[in-house]
């Protein structure tokens, strides 16, 4: 943990001293040392010195010090950092003081490593990370939705940049964007911002995030609480390596094209905030609340990188949001494709030239149930055949999914409705029956819509029903509605 010279200037309490330096902000300084004339400088250490030797040393070297007594500064070179302390001259307290400062320092960086490296949430990392900042300060991802802040004191009391903040879940747009941008590409220290804006012109410190060569996010404060001060800015410089060095093992908001971190986090049913949720879809033109079904395409062997069967079906679905996951491929499907038998020819033809699987869940009405749909898509594979490459569709499997779960909990004859077991399993034809019987029920005990599901004449289901009565003595046309589900369960009991 290196400091700067502001900050340890910042530290100190007596009341006469005062910094002189003409350096830019730079994280150097590792320790202090006792200043020995026949030991060379180096700029990773500040040096403690009285007056006298520091007015007397002859050097051109990079240095800084900490000087006991009172000096006149134009005597010093510009080249130099010194805290003059002019009513100091014990040197072991002085010492002491300044150690305590760089221990201090030492203790709260390691910490934060060891939070990072045992998988402390984020939120914890970023708390203990912000310990010496005086004004609270917001994470950022790459489209300004707000990821997490350090506690307010008084939430009542905020600038209208943290109102705004709070109450939308995600940062303004700047008017004057083109130059914010530049300051993102060409810093990586944190940058004084103030734009033009209808906020009143708040001074803002913001730091950009980047992690693995790709700008992640940022770091965003204003003067809440106290001025901005140049231990300000450095303390945030030491949050903003210290955020970047846990984003790198991190995978709450993990940085991935095909996987924005919000759908991670959804998929893993991690909380998120319905603002921010809302605020990245609406990059995407879409809302919370709007209707979808989730493919999910697998392949039938380990692919390295999905990037180019993405483009395919990104070509294939127009109204989606596409990502990988778990080395499959998933689309949100908002033109709900499986309504449209024309739509879904090419979908099967992807599959075959690819060798992938398809599953479908059914529809959803809010994203905050992606993990459900996703789900839903597991399900769906654990019954599709694997050598095929076809569509399983969940609603297909779901009669085969509840019995699954229902014969590991219970026996099966139990709920069958008696008159179903008159029926001779060992005759074929009793099959048809069967597969009569329960797509009557499916379609509302609507006899056309039923020949229509079985591909038959409408006459022939009537004419099945009737062997049924005749069989059980269950009259089609009588069953009450209470009744329906136990038959529908029935018939798919006795067809497995």
């Given at each position: 943990?290196?400091?700067?010279?502001?900050?340890?200037?910042?530290?100190?309490?007596?009341?006469?001293?005062?910094?002189?330096?003409?350096?830019?902000?730079?994280?150097?300084?590792?320790?202090?040392?006792?200043?020995?004339?026949?030991?060379?400088?180096?700029?990773?250490?500040?040096?403690?010195?009285?007056?006298?030797?520091?007015?007397?040393?002859?050097?051109?070297?990079?240095?800084?010090?900490?000087?006991?007594?009172?000096?006149d500064e134009t005597q010093l070179p510009s080249q130099w950092s010194v805290i003059i302390m002019p009513s100091q001259s014990d040197k072991i307290e002085i010492f002491e003081v300044f150690q305590v400062i760089f221990d201090r320092y030492h203790n709260w960086s390691s910490r934060?490593?060891?939070?990072?490296?045992?998988?402390?949430?984020?939120?914890?990392?970023?708390?203990?990370?912000?310990?010496?900042?005086?004004?609270?300060?917001?994470?950022?991802?790459?489209?300004?939705?707000?990821?997490?802040?350090?506690?307010?004191?008084?939430?009542?009391?905020?600038?209208?940049?943290?109102?705004?903040?709070?109450?939308?879940?995600?940062?303004?747009k700047e008017a004057d964007s083109i130059a914010l941008n530049e300051n993102f590409k060409s810093e990586h220290m944190p940058f004084y911002y103030q734009s033009p804006d209808s906020f009143g012109n708040i001074k803002r410190l913001i730091a950009p995030i980047t992690v693995n060569?790709?700008?992640?996010?940022?770091?965003?404060?204003?003067?809440?609480?106290?001025?901005?001060?140049?231990?300000?800015?450095?303390?945030?410089?030491?949050?903003?390596?210290?955020?970047?060095?846990?984003?790198?093992?991190?995978?709450?908001?993990?940085?991935?094209?095909?996987?924005?971190?919000?759908?991670?986090?959804?998929?893993?049913?991690?909380?998120?905030?319905?603002?921010?949720?809302?605020?990245?879809?609406?990059?995407?033109?879409?809302?919370?609340?709007?209707?979808?079904?989730?493919?999910?395409?697998?392949?039938?062997?380990?692919?390295?990188?999905?990037?180019?069967?993405?483009?395919?079906?990104?070509?294939?679905?127009?109204?989606?949001?596409?990502?990988?996951?778990?080395?499959?491929?998933?689309?949100?499907?908002?033109?709900?494709?499986?309504?449209?038998?024309?739509?879904?020819?090419?979908?099967?033809?992807?599959?075959?030239?690819?060798?992938?699987?398809?599953?479908?869940?059914?529809?959803?009405?809010?994203?905050?149930?992606?993990?459900?749909?996703?789900?839903?898509?597991?399900?769906?594979?654990?019954?599709?055949?694997?050598?095929?490459?076809?569509?399983?569709?969940?609603?297909?499997?779901?009669?085969?999914?509840?019995?699954?779960?229902?014969?590991?909990?219970?026996?099966?004859?139990?709920?069958?409705?008696?008159?179903?077991?008159?029926?001779?399993?060992?005759?074929?034809?009793?099959?048809?029956?069967?597969?009569?019987?329960?797509?009557?029920?499916?379609?509302?005990?609507?006899?056309?819509?039923?020949?229509?599901?079985?591909?038959?004449?409408?006459?022939?289901?009537?004419?099945?029903?009737?062997?049924?009565?005749?069989?059980?003595?269950?009259?089609?046309?009588?069953?009450?509605?209470?009744?329906?589900?136990?038959?529908?369960?029935?018939?798919?009991?006795?067809?497995?």
């Amino acid at each position: 943990m290196k400091l700067s010279i502001q900050i340890l200037f910042e530290m100190i309490t007596f009341s006469d001293t005062r910094l002189v330096t003409s350096q830019n902000i730079k994280l150097n300084l590792s320790g202090i040392h006792f200043f020995h004339k026949n030991n060379a400088l180096s700029d990773e250490f500040i040096y403690l010195i009285n007056a006298q030797q520091l007015i007397s040393l002859k050097s051109q070297e990079s240095a800084s010090f900490i000087c006991l007594g009172d000096i006149d500064e134009t005597q010093l070179p510009s080249q130099w950092s010194v805290i003059i302390m002019p009513s100091q001259s014990d040197k072991i307290e002085i010492f002491e003081v300044f150690q305590v400062i760089f221990d201090r320092y030492h203790n709260w960086s390691s910490r934060i490593d060891d939070y990072i490296f045992n998988g402390q949430p984020l939120q914890t990392i970023f708390d203990a990370a912000c310990a010496h900042l005086k004004n609270p300060v917001a994470l950022f991802d790459d489209s300004q939705g707000l990821l997490m802040y350090t506690s307010l004191k008084d939430p009542d009391k905020v600038d209208a940049i943290w109102k705004h903040v709070l109450d939308k879940g995600y940062s303004f747009k700047e008017a004057d964007s083109i130059a914010l941008n530049e300051n993102f590409k060409s810093e990586h220290m944190p940058f004084y911002y103030q734009s033009p804006d209808s906020f009143g012109n708040i001074k803002r410190l913001i730091a950009p995030i980047t992690v693995n060569g790709q700008i992640f996010g940022s770091l965003g404060m204003t003067e809440l609480i106290c001025p901005f001060t140049d231990s300000e800015f450095t303390n945030l410089y030491l949050v903003q390596q210290m955020i970047e060095n846990a984003l790198k093992i991190n995978d709450e908001f993990r940085k991935n094209h095909e996987a924005p971190w919000y759908i991670y986090r959804l998929l893993n049913k991690t909380y998120i905030d319905s603002n921010i949720l809302a605020h990245h879809l609406e990059q995407k033109g879409k809302k919370i609340n709007d209707p979808f079904l989730l493919w999910c395409f697998s392949p039938s062997s380990q692919i390295n990188n999905l990037n180019g069967y993405i483009n395919q079906l990104s070509k294939l679905f127009n109204k989606r949001i596409i990502f990988s996951y778990h080395s499959e491929i998933l689309v949100c499907d908002y033109e709900m494709l499986l309504k449209k038998s024309d739509k879904t020819e090419p979908i099967r033809n992807f599959l075959l030239k690819n060798e992938f699987q398809a599953t479908t869940s059914m529809v959803f009405n809010n994203l905050f149930e992606l993990n459900l749909a996703y789900a839903q898509c597991q399900v769906s594979k654990e019954f599709s055949d694997e050598r095929a490459f076809k569509i399983t569709f969940f609603e297909d499997i779901y009669s085969d999914f509840v019995l699954n779960i229902l014969d590991k909990n219970t026996e099966l004859d139990l709920l069958i409705t008696p008159q179903l077991k008159n029926l001779n399993m060992n005759d074929p034809y009793t099959k048809e029956l069967l597969l009569c019987l329960s797509a009557y029920i499916v379609n509302g005990k609507n006899i056309s819509a039923a020949a229509t599901t079985l591909n038959i004449h409408r006459h022939t289901v009537v004419y099945r029903l009737k062997n049924i009565e005749k069989l059980t003595g269950l009259n089609y046309e009588k069953i009450q509605d209470h009744a329906l589900f136990q038959l529908f369960l029935s018939c798919n009991i006795l067809l497995r």
